[in-house]
């Protein structure tokens, strides 16, 4: 770490003496810190072993806080991490545990578990099958703080709403992440058509809520007003829904956007996605290794760089309204079509086009299921009426994702010519699209 350190100090005083480098010395910075931050990201990642303090295999219990949720598994067991706080062995041996294990429950105690939520302290019985925990039993020792209590109370109730409706599985998976009643067929039909990010939960959804607090909130509070009760509001519904690495980048960017709004930073999306990105690993230095991080400020860069350039190339060729989403599904696709091939093995080229319908229906749902929830407290009639059209809508994305999803992927071995590939197209895009992209360095939803 020294000797890369001095090697970077160096080289940037060596820079700085260049007048053609000195605007880029701030780069230099900002580069400099998120290779150190995602140097310690995989050092985090590699240390993120619990620490149990009595050999796995005598352990017969342990106890801990619900660091998450719990969910059903694909074998009908509950699924979920806990927080350390101690762990036994046989007899009356008894030791002090560390860090995070993933939890696998009995089918019978996952309602139980689910009506407690995240913050509650269980005690398990079981054993380790290699890094995971198989319990037998599981005791309640202590019930969440009450905040915690509350937001699960609410999930369970928007849970419950969502309950007995054909496309229930689908909102509740939109809406707050949980997959556990989602269509196994439509799920994988999304993954086939090359729409799955489309079902986790990401900037994406983030702007229909931010949309949506803006189209309320703007005309009687005003821009800045609007904006900070927007940034509460974001801050509340991400705590709902819990930690996901996608979902906090782009809380994050939406509370740096509503300072650049505030005037407190510059209202340039490259420099903000940059900010966000060190914040994030400062905060949470592990999640930079998920692959959902990566892809998620991976596909925000291209649209903002490779993506700005397809817009100048396609405007008054075709219709606007198509314009914006093809090009920033273009910026995306090529900036993480490397890191697709080399995790999954297969690329699906077909998304492209298939997002430009896919994505804009799925939005339509979520507005509508939001609409139902909300009508649900206090117009149950009007709720059923614009549940009738949910469902119709449903069966039209159905149809819509099945058609995509017959298109065949492409199967890569390795990721080198993908990787190659990508960085050709996006340099010379950012070489070609330059001026354009420095003209368009403005927070568009926020203006």
Same mark, same amino acid.
């Given at each position: 770490?020294?000797?890369?350190?001095?090697?970077?100090?160096?080289?940037?005083?060596?820079?700085?003496?260049?007048?053609?480098?000195?605007?880029?010395?701030?780069?230099?910075?900002?580069?400099?810190?998120?290779?150190?931050?995602?140097?310690?990201?995989?050092?985090?990642?590699?240390?993120?072993?619990?620490?149990?303090?009595?050999?796995?295999?005598?352990?017969?219990?342990?106890?801990?806080?619900?660091?998450?949720?719990?969910?059903?598994?694909?074998?009908?067991?509950?699924?979920?991490?806990?927080?350390?706080?101690?762990?036994?062995?046989?007899?009356?041996?008894?030791?002090?545990?560390?860090?995070?294990?993933?939890?696998?429950?009995?089918?019978?105690?996952?309602?139980?578990?689910?009506?407690?939520?995240?913050?509650?302290?269980?005690?398990?019985?079981?054993?380790?099958?290699?890094?995971?925990?198989?319990?037998?039993?599981?005791?309640?020792?202590?019930?969440?703080?009450?905040?915690?209590?509350?937001?699960?109370?609410?999930?369970?109730?928007?849970?419950?709403?969502?309950?007995?409706?054909?496309?229930?599985?689908?909102?509740?998976?939109?809406?707050?992440?949980?997959?556990?009643?989602?269509?196994?067929?439509?799920?994988?039909?999304?993954?086939?058509?090359?729409?799955?990010?489309?079902?986790?939960?990401?900037?994406?959804?983030?702007?229909?809520?931010?949309? *949506?607090? =803006?189209?309320?909130?703007?005309? @009687? !509070?005003?821009?800045?007003?609007?904006?900070? #009760?927007? /940034?509460? &509001?974001? +801050?509340?519904?991400?705590?709902?829904?819990?930690?996901?690495?996608?979902?906090?980048?782009?809380?994050?960017?939406?509370?740096?956007?509503?300072?650049?709004?505030?005037?407190?930073?510059?209202?340039?999306?490259?420099?903000?996605?940059?900010?966000?990105?060190?914040?994030?690993?400062?905060?949470?230095?592990?999640?930079?290794?998920?692959?959902?991080?990566?892809?998620?400020?991976?596909?925000?860069?291209?649209?903002?760089?490779?993506?700005?350039?397809?817009?100048?190339?396609?405007?008054?060729?075709?219709?606007?309204?198509?314009?914006?989403?093809?090009?920033?599904?273009?910026?995306?696709?090529?900036?993480?079509?490397?890191?697709?091939?080399?995790?999954?093995?297969?690329?699906?080229?077909?998304? *492209?086009? =298939?997002?430009?319908?896919?994505? @804009? !229906?799925?939005?339509?749902?979520?507005?509508? #299921?939001? /609409?139902? &929830?909300? +009508?649900?407290?206090?117009?149950?009639?009007?709720?059923?009426?614009?549940?009738?059209?949910?469902?119709?809508?449903?069966?039209?994305?159905?149809?819509?994702?099945?058609?995509?999803?017959?298109?065949?992927?492409?199967?890569?071995?390795?990721?080198?010519?993908?990787?190659?590939?990508?960085?050709?197209?996006?340099?010379?895009?950012?070489?070609?699209?330059?001026?354009?992209?420095?003209?368009?360095?403005?927070?568009?939803?926020?203006?």
């Amino acid at each position: 770490m020294a000797v890369f350190l001095v090697a970077l100090i160096s080289l940037y005083r060596v820079l700085a003496r260049c007048p053609t480098f000195r605007i880029t010395h701030r780069r230099i910075v900002a580069l400099s810190g998120g290779l150190i931050l995602g140097i310690a990201a995989g050092t985090s990642a590699m240390g993120d072993a619990p620490r149990l303090g009595l050999p796995a295999e005598t352990i017969r219990g342990i106890r801990g806080v619900m660091g998450e949720d719990p969910r059903e598994s694909r074998n009908g067991r509950g699924m979920g991490y806990l927080d350390l706080r101690g762990v036994t062995g046989p007899g009356i041996l008894r030791a002090t545990a560390r860090g995070r294990v993933l939890v696998f429950f009995p089918a019978e105690t996952l309602p139980r578990l689910m009506d407690f939520g995240r913050g509650a302290e269980v005690f398990v019985e079981g054993d380790f099958a290699g890094p995971m925990f198989r319990a037998q039993g599981v005791h309640i020792a202590k019930p969440a703080p009450a905040w915690e209590q509350l937001r699960t109370g609410i999930r369970l109730a928007i849970l419950d709403k969502l309950e007995g409706h054909i496309w229930g599985g689908l909102g509740a998976a939109l809406l707050l992440g949980v997959k556990d009643n989602l269509d196994g067929a439509l799920a994988q039909k999304y993954r086939f058509a090359g729409c799955a990010h489309v079902l986790a939960l990401s900037g994406m959804h983030l702007a229909i809520v931010a949309a *949506l607090v =803006a189209f309320f909130l703007r005309k @009687p !509070l005003g821009l800045k007003l609007a904006a900070i #009760a927007g /940034a509460v &509001l974001i +801050l509340l519904y991400v705590s709902l829904i819990g930690v996901q690495p996608s979902l906090e980048r782009a809380a994050i960017m939406y509370i740096l956007g509503t300072c650049a709004v505030l005037t407190f930073l510059p209202k340039q999306p490259l420099s903000l996605l940059a900010m966000a990105f060190l914040i994030q690993l400062a905060i949470r230095p592990s999640s930079g290794t998920s692959i959902s991080f990566i892809l998620s400020y991976l596909a925000l860069a291209g649209i903002l760089t490779v993506g700005e350039f397809f817009h100048n190339v396609f405007r008054g060729r075709m219709p606007e309204l198509l314009v914006q989403p093809l090009s920033a599904s273009l910026g995306a696709y090529l900036a993480t079509m490397a890191v697709v091939a080399a995790n999954f093995g297969i690329v699906r080229p077909v998304g *492209l086009l =298939a997002g430009l319908v896919i994505i @804009p !229906l799925t939005t339509v749902f979520m507005v509508g #299921a939001m /609409a139902t &929830l909300a +009508l649900s407290f206090i117009a149950p009639f009007l709720s059923n009426i614009v549940g009738m059209g949910l469902t119709l809508l449903y069966s039209i994305l159905d149809y819509t994702v099945s058609l995509a999803a017959r298109v065949p992927g492409l199967m890569v071995n390795g990721w080198g010519r993908e990787l190659c590939l990508s960085l050709l197209i996006g340099a010379l895009c950012l070489f070609l699209g330059r001026p354009y992209i420095i003209r368009r360095q403005a927070l568009a939803p926020f203006t």
